[in-house]
């Protein structure tokens, strides 16, 4: 079965520091995963995804396969990074094309 | 750039009653998708429709629910005897094939 496990609920950085939100997953076939983010007031929105290995405002997640983690790092966190954070697979084997989505983490950059 | 809208944004039913919600995906989309997010939990996937026709539906997807393309543009929701516990934000998404998927505003639905 999917899962997807976001260990932090909160997380609080000061501008300008590094910012590592985690994601570990467990699944049954061939997982596609991704990062989304909604700001406040705003839709869910695709920040990356592992295949096309794109920094997006300045975000990057590396796909660790033996530790099954798809951790989102930026080095130099800014305010308007301040955003709800999901993790979230397909399993491209099973042919579906559902997200599962971890419970999120919600990224506040104290100025 | 184009968007998925849904309406309303807020609805407000009393339990028992039938609600549906809307959304109109972007234009050349092909694959439409359901997701709830009950408050303080995750975002859930419910259902996902392709050529007019269910193509995955989760567990929470029971008889309860449906789903239609009654024209060429919007999408819709039902449920169909609302219950205290389909209190929740409703995402509609679509994807042109099967990569990424575009998601609505949301419409926050409160069964009292």
């Known amino acids: 079965a999917q899962r997807v496990t976001q260990p932090e609920k909160l997380l609080s950085v000061f501008k300008g520091a590094p910012v590592e939100l985690k994601c570990n997953y467990s699944?049954?076939?061939?997982?596609?995963l991704f990062w989304y983010v909604q700001y406040s007031r705003q839709r869910l929105q695709l920040l990356l995804r592992h295949i096309s290995r794109e920094s997006i405002k300045g975000f990057t997640a590396d796909l660790n396969k033996g530790e099954t983690s798809f951790h989102l790092k930026k080095p130099f966190a800014q305010e308007e990074d301040s955003a709800m954070y999901y993790c979230a697979l397909i399993d491209k084997g099973s042919g579906a094309n559902n997200l599962f989505f971890g419970t999120g983490t919600r990224l506040t950059v104290i100025p | 750039e184009p968007e998925v809208t849904q309406t309303p944004s807020h609805q407000v039913t009393q339990m028992g009653q039938e609600v549906i919600l809307r959304c109109v995906p972007i234009s050349n989309h092909l694959y439409f998708y359901w997701y709830r997010q009950i408050l303080g939990q995750k975002v859930e996937f419910l259902v996902s429709f392709y050529n007019n026709e269910i193509s995955e539906k989760s567990e929470i997807f029971d008889d309860q629910f449906s789903v239609e393309r009654p024209d060429g543009s919007n999408f819709t929701l039902k449920i169909r005897s609302t219950k205290l516990e389909d209190s929740a934000m409703y995402f509609c998404a679509s994807s042109r094939l099967l990569e990424t998927q575009y998601f609505g505003p949301g419409t926050r639905l409160l069964v009292l």
């Open positions: 699944y049954s076939g061939s997982p596609e």
